[in-house]
């Protein structure tokens, strides 16, 4: 006859019930790290994605702006004139003048211009002023009218200009800017190949009022160049310094290359 030891029975049910407990411990703190590990990973993913959307915006910015200043008696005032040229709005959070901050809370969409509130500067004889714009994804541009300069009581830039904007969907231009002073053409742009979304192109000039500059804008139609409705723009002057408000450095054309 054959007996059964209590004792041993109950070390196997014992060790039963530590294996199962063990395992339940095992599973109890795996799955939830698990869990907080494949949490991770989707917060990493996301985060990279945020971020490659951010560098991607950031590379889009694209904005022009030029600063002048206001006509006498206000001279230590500052104006900017800022076009957003990218395919997203920006946000301009900084306008540095020198070494000086001036902070901003402006947005502007895609193809928009707006001019900020004057600037006070502290005007030095003899003194450069540098301005910069500062975006809220941290792009810095600079003034494409140059360095300005005070002296004698007078404001001076070294960069006059004559902009073109072109509404254009699709297509190939030649712009040629000439005047009267000279034989040969004083700025000239042609497209090498078609030229998707608008074409805005800046011409640097020498000489403000009295001298005056003609425009002449032409779109390649078939096998011809074709002048744009509008085209040529005559008696294009530049009043530096500034007499009047709205006086500026870059003289702004607008023309619809769709027409």
Known sequence: MSTICSSCHRRGTSTIMGTLIFVGIIFTAFIPMMLVMRQA???????????????????????????????????????????????????IVKVWINDVEYPQNVNIN?????????????????????????????????????????????????????????????????????????????????????????????????YPDPVSYTVTIKKFNGSNWIELSGSPITNVSIVWPPENPGDDPIFNILINGES
């Open 110 to 206: 895609s193809m928009e211009t707006k001019s900020l509130d004057p600037l006070t500067v502290t005007l030095q004889a003899l003194t450069s002023y540098t301005v910069k714009v500062i975006t809220e994804k941290g792009n810095i541009f600079t003034s494409i009218s140059g360095t300005l300069y005070y002296s004698g009581g007078t404001w001076h830039t070294p960069s006059l200009g004559i902009c073109v904007h072109i509404i254009n969907i699709k297509g190939k231009y030649e712009i040629t800017v000439t005047t009267e002073t000279e034989s040969e053409p004083v700025g000239y742009y042609k497209s090498q190949s078609t030229e998707w979304g608008d074409v805005i192109k800046t011409f640097m000039v020498d």
């Open 41 to 91: 990973d989707t917060l990493n993913e996301m985060r990279k994605h945020e971020l490659g959307i951010f560098d991607q915006d950031r590379v889009d910015e694209e904005i022009n702006f030029y600063a002048y200043p206001d006509p006498a008696p206000n001279h230590d005032k500052l104006n900017l004139r800022i076009k957003n040229e990218g395919s997203i709005p920006i946000k």
